[in-house]
């Protein structure tokens, strides 16, 4: 490789400064793969970035640690109140959009098959698994109302970390996550409506309208700004990542917080349907993909597929519907997420990717 990344885990909010350098260089996306096995070697690394990369590796401890502060001490998260979660949130597509330019949506056009492919595994695997699991399951109606919820939300930021660490196409995932994330203002509503409307009334448009607020004007007020104002964004996203480890844990505390006393009476009950479908979903994805696909690209569309943003169906839940239940699954989903994905990213590290992998990905 001609650029080696300065922080290769530097943020979960902008993980694709990991391929910020490759294209600026032209490093071909098989090397930001990395298929030869090898973790790039942060060379050059200053202080800072060395926290900032040691903060963001252990991801899944400070995610465990904030659940488990938010169930047995749920006063210390739950003053995350509903506009403050909305705030954090919004910066989390913020900052997605600061790393992404023009050129990234042009390169969707080039990746048609396989970036169609991924989105019909996050929008139409996820959404029926949730559907399934929930119906044979046959939870109760709000339950199985937020089941269906978080199953069709569009990729999480921190599904680009797992696949850096497995071994994936990171430049891959970040087009999937952000083609997903402009998706899900359609498609979130729709198929929730679709799935869970015959169980509880769901009003779309509202979902349509806060998804739109939430997750597509920050990310295009961050790509404008990176567009245009480049000086500018170089000196915020140099801060993010720091405040982005924060903002996550508490974006995952807080959930489990507010949620915490139905968990300890109902946990078994409550665990076990997302537990599976987050196991399902990365197990789908990946045998689906291997279909068509080489290694790297179907262990980037298996992550994309079990990993979602958990915290959008948090607060899609506790913003349009009146039963609280509503809000468990995507406060456990938060959880199991990150540590269903990051479990199988340190899995897939010890699997080198073959030499003669199919390079799905055109620059």
């Known amino acids: 490789m001609q650029s080696k990344p300065n922080s290769p885990l530097a943020a979960l909010l902008a993980p694709s400064s990991i391929i910020l350098a490759s294209r600026n260089s032209k490093v071909k996306c098989k090397a930001a793969a990395n298929v030869s096995g090898d973790s790039p070697t942060p060379k050059g690394m200053n202080q800072y ?5 040691t903060l963001t590796t252990l991801f899944p401890v400070w995610v465990t640690l904030g659940a488990i502060v938010g169930i047995y001490k749920p006063a210390a998260v739950t003053w995350l109140e509903t506009d403050l979660f909305t705030l954090g949130l919004g910066f989390l597509m913020l900052s997605m959009g600061l790393t992404l330019t023009f050129e990234d949506f042009r390169r969707c056009l080039r990746n048609p098959w396989t970036l169609g492919v991924g989105f019909l595994a996050q929008y139409l695997i996820k959404p029926m698994l949730g559907f399934a699991i929930a119906t044979t399951l046959k939870l109760s109606a709000p339950l199985a109302t937020g089941l269906i919820l978080v199953s069709c939300c569009p990729g999480g930021q921190a599904s680009n970390v797992a696949t850096y660490i497995s071994k994936g196409n990171v430049a891959l995932s970040v087009l999937m996550t952000t083609c997903s994330t402009i998706g899900a203002i359609v498609m979130t509503p729709l198929l929730t409506k679709l799935l869970a409307g015959q169980l509880v009334p769901v009003k779309a448009v509202d979902l349509a309208l806060s998804t739109f607020q939430v997750v597509l004007v920050p990310t295009v007020i961050g790509v404008l700004a990176n567009e245009y104002f480049p000086k500018f964004t170089s ?7 720091l405040i982005g480890v924060v903002l996550t844990t508490l974006l995952c505390a807080s959930p489990m917080g507010l949620v915490s006393e139905v968990l300890k009476i109902q946990g078994a009950q409550l665990i076990f349907p997302v537990a599976l479908l987050h196991a399902a979903a990365f197990a789908i994805g990946y045998w689906v993909s291997k279909i068509s696909f080489g290694e790297s690209t179907s262990r980037t569309i298996s992550i994309e597929c079990g990993m979602q943003s958990s ?13 609280p239940l509503v809000m468990v699954p995507s406060a456990v989903s938060v ?3 990150a540590l269903g994905g990051s479990g199988l990213a340190v899995f897939w590290r010890n699997r080198p990717i073959p030499l003669d992998d199919k390079d799905d990905f055109k620059e």
């Open 49 to 53: 970035e060395r926290i900032i990369e």
């Open 311 to 323: 915290a959008l169906g948090f607060l899609l839940a506790k913003k349009h519907f009146t039963n």
């Open 235 to 241: 000196k915020i996203i140099s801060v993010t990542p």
């Open 335 to 337: 959880v199991f997420m």
